[in-house]
């Protein structure tokens, strides 16, 4: 099976984007995954601004997404893009970052305005790192992802039918890069 790594971008823990991820990220090791969780506001804040490479914990993030086949890529949109937060952590990825490794972003704002803040917005920086195969993703907005009194989110139907497409079209891209992987091993 294959190693995803899902960098979340959010700086607060209680975004709403929490509620893509999760479901997300139980498809995925429902089909027998190996999934992975980059929080960047976990990460040392001082490491990351002053891009301190040699920082352990940015060493070990990095390290994850080297040796990712996909990597879920989530933020929530502020000003009509991604956050600084995660853009600071993929300026610390090797300009290769992304080479031969499928991506799949999952974006959440205020409003449908900011629809296209996948394909102006993070789809350039996607390109930058190496990034060849990205899929649409799912921009969803807040009124579509309910906090639920006990924890946990409620997710509306229509979002979750998208969600459901999309992590499905990640799932037959993962299975064809491997095949074709093979192909290649045995030529």
Known sequence: MSKIAVISGSPT???RLYGL????EA???AEGHEVTHINVADLPAEALVKAQFGNEELQRATALVNDADGVVIASPVYKASFTGLLKTFLDLLPQTG???KISYPLFVGGT???LLSIDYAL????AA????VVLGGVYAIDPWIER???GGYGLSEELIERLDRSTDEFLEELHWQTVRAESRSNQ
């Open 13 to 15: 823990s209680n975004s």
């Open 27 to 29: 498809k995925l090791t």
């Open 21 to 24: 991820v999760e479901y997300v």
């Open 148 to 150: 639920l009194e006990g």
């Open 112 to 114: 449908i305005a900011h």
């Open 123 to 126: 789809k350039p920086v996607i």
């Open 98 to 100: 992304l080479k031969d």
């Open 129 to 132: 790192l190496g990034g060849r």
